[in-house]
């Protein structure tokens, strides 16, 4: 089998907003080989930068695109795939927006390799350590309380027992902070577990405040308080409190993991599948978090693609807790898979189809392709 093309597809929706709602559009992946089997991936970075990795000519032969690395590899070939495509184009990329595109690509080839084989992507990633999921509903915090006890109390009635709210007014002011995790909390009860994304907002001294506040009230992490490069503080906080401390979506390649587990000692790693360098660069990370006795719990605020390579790694390692799902309303997120996953008394079933599980709706790719097609 070798592979004959790949295509990074932007989507967008018509109405866009300036916030972190990652629903908004999409760079979706799409590799075909010559025995007619397709797989897909998705990548969470800029759509038209990620696609620009995909499609840039060789340059001075130090500077390759991904399709130009691809074409005519043997998709089985995988683990080399992911140290040619790395090697080809460190030039130009290493830890930034090469590894999403490359997560992508990597998403896709594996969608191939459990197609080819019959056999669903766990498998293949070498293990079945759950049939289903707890998932947790991921949203934007609310601005007021009142709002952020209406929010809860939909989602626990939906039957969720986990929910996460995040970015929103966070990160400015540590007794809003509270005030607003504590009408969350109130409104879970103690049976449904809440934590709280700062979106990189506080300082040390603020993260500590709220890391004493949030311990009290029962949340069950604080996420990302700090921006990523902050390694010394995620040390200090982590240190100083119980409260789970969880980051790592921002980040990319094991390099990264190792420091983020090692020497910033966080509590929950999050990387994301669709940025980290792909589920092999994933389950390398996830495995590094197990040796440390630390949870992984990858990160997916995008569309079901993601949600599905995530439930295979979840399958696939000993260290997990949750699933992310985003109950954002973006017709993205409910409409790109021909069958979206439903949270079934809190939690989601692994997909047992061969290859990522999933069908990719050409109508909605037609409908929101910037070039109109699939």
């Known amino acids: ?27 979706l992946i799409r590799i075909e080989t ?93 293990g079945s350590f759950s049939a289903d999921v707890r998932a947790y509903a991921s949203m934007l915090m609310p601005q007021t309380a009142g709002e952020a006890r209406e929010s809860v109390c939909r989602y626990v009635e939906q039957g969720f027992t986990a929910v996460k709210l995040g970015y929103g007014p966070l990160g400015k002011n540590v007794r809003r902070d509270v005030a607003l995790a504590a009408a969350a909390k109130e409104a879970a009860g103690d049976d449904i577990e809440v934590m709280v994304d700062i979106g990189h907002g506080y300082t040390l001294k603020m993260a500590m405040q709220a890391a004493k506040e949030f311990e009290s009230i029962g949340i069950y992490w604080m996420e990302e308080p700090f921006p990523p ?6 040390q200090r906080l982590c240190d100083s409190t119980a409260l789970r401390i969880a980051a790592g979506e921002q980040d990319v390649g094991r390099w990264t993991f190792r420091r983020l587990i090692w020497d910033a000692h966080l509590d929950v790693i999050q990387p994301d599948i669709s940025r980290v360098g792909g589920l092999t660069e994933a389950k ?19 569309t079901g693609v993601l949600v599905a390579a995530c439930l295979h790694l979840i399958a696939a390692i000993p260290n997990s807790a949750f699933l992310e799902f985003s109950v954002t309303d973006s017709a993205l997120r409910r409409e790109l898979l021909v069958e979206p996953f439903k949270v079934v008394k809190g939690r989601v079933e692994v997909p047992t189809k061969p290859g990522l599980g999933i069908e990719i709706n050409a109508e909605t790719v037609k409908a929101y392709s910037v070039r109109g097609g699939i």
């Open 1 to 27: 089998m070798r592979i004959t093309s790949v295509d990074g597809i932007i989507l967008r929706l018509p109405v866009r907003q300036p916030v972190a709602d990652g629903t908004q559009d999409d760079l």
């Open 229 to 234: 490069e902050a390694l010394d503080d995620y």
């Open 284 to 302: 390398r990370i996830a495995y590094m978090a197990c040796e440390a006795n630390r949870l992984c719990v990858p990160q997916a605020f995008r």
């Open 34 to 126: 010559d025995e007619g089997i397709t797989g897909y991936g998705e990548v969470d970075t800029s759509p038209e930068v990620g696609k620009a990795v995909i499609d840039a000519e060789m340059s001075h032969g130090t500077c390759y695109g991904l399709r130009e690395i691809l074409i005519g590899m043997d998709p089985f070939d995988i683990e080399q795939i992911w140290e040619l495509m790395y090697q080809r184009t460190n030039y130009y990329g290493r830890l930034g927006v090469v590894l999403h595109a490359m997560s992508g690509v990597d998403m896709a080839l594996w969608d191939i390799l459990g197609k080819a084989v019959g056999k669903p992507v766990h498998k293949l990633l070498g």
